[in-house]
């Protein structure tokens, strides 16, 4: 069976090279203002991707730009689901004015790990969702609080996998504030995610092999080299012959 996963790629982030990643990528995660971006780069984004044909979908955070959303905030349930409401609304507003569909959300940094261990959190960034669109796709990491919540209110869940960030034996992402927190090598990165892909399996850094699921496979746009970075994963999967697009709900 031919293997088929998603790109996605965190843009609108003021990294200064999306517009290479909107070429290699099948779905873009869009800042909505609260930890990077603004209107204006909502707008040129949603444009460029409907350009490319690629996927868009809200990328909402906690209210920190002064740490780009990554540092983790005390933060009530009612708060977040109040903060992912505010920010689908503003980003669906733009993407209706621009003749597009958003696809999916994803949360971003701190407010994604929070969700991914908290079931409360999860629950309220679900209910935000759902109250929205709920023919909306989610991207969770497979067996998290976060996707356990889309899936006990219906929404379809795409599990979402890492090509440039290592793992811990418990399957969580290893911190950014430690020195192997990312992983730079695209031919290493390469191998990781066809391994993913064909075995559901990744190894921690503690030589440690964790079970996941890949259907939409990561690469953060901020990451010093994202670009060749991205090139390179995506040329040596159609090498061998995955199948890359964007998930689509059956509506």
């Not at 811990?168 to 990781?192: F, I, Q, T």
């Amino acid at each position: 069976m031919k293997l088929v996963v998603d790109l996605n790629a965190d843009l609108g982030e003021g990294a200064g090279h999306d517009d290479e990643l909107f070429e290699l990528v099948t779905s873009a995660n869009i800042a909505c203002g609260f930890h990077a971006g603004d209107a204006d780069t909502i707008h040129k984004s949603i444009e460029a991707a409907r350009d490319r044909g690629v996927a868009v979908g809200a990328h909402p955070s906690l209210f920190d730009r002064e740490n780009f959303g990554r540092k983790e905030l005390p933060v009530t349930p009612e708060e977040g689901c109040d903060a992912v409401t505010y920010q689908l609304g503003v980003f669906s507003a733009i993407a209706e004015a621009l003749g597009v569909r958003p696809n999916h959300v994803k949360p971003h940094g701190a407010l994604y790990n929070m969700a991914v261990r908290h079931g409360k959190l999860a629950d309220a960034i679900v209910r935000a969702i759902a109250n929205t669109d709920s023919t909306l796709i989610l991207f969770a990491p497979d067996r998290s609080a976060l996707a356990r919540a889309g899936e006990a209110h219906g929404l379809k869940i795409v599990r979402e996998v890492f090509a440039d960030r290592n793992y811990l034996r418990d399957g969580s992402l290893v911190p950014r504030s430690r020195p192997d927190a990312l992983l730079h090598d695209p031919a290493e990165a390469s191998e990781r995610v066809l391994r993913m892909l064909r075995q559901g399996k990744v190894r921690s850094v503690d030589s440690v092999d964790v079970d996941v699921r890949a259907e939409t496979i990561c690469l953060h746009g901020d990451t010093p080299g994202a670009v060749q970075f991205a090139r390179a994963l995506r040329s040596r999967l159609e090498s061998e012959n995955v199948a890359i697009c964007a998930p689509k709900f059956s509506r």
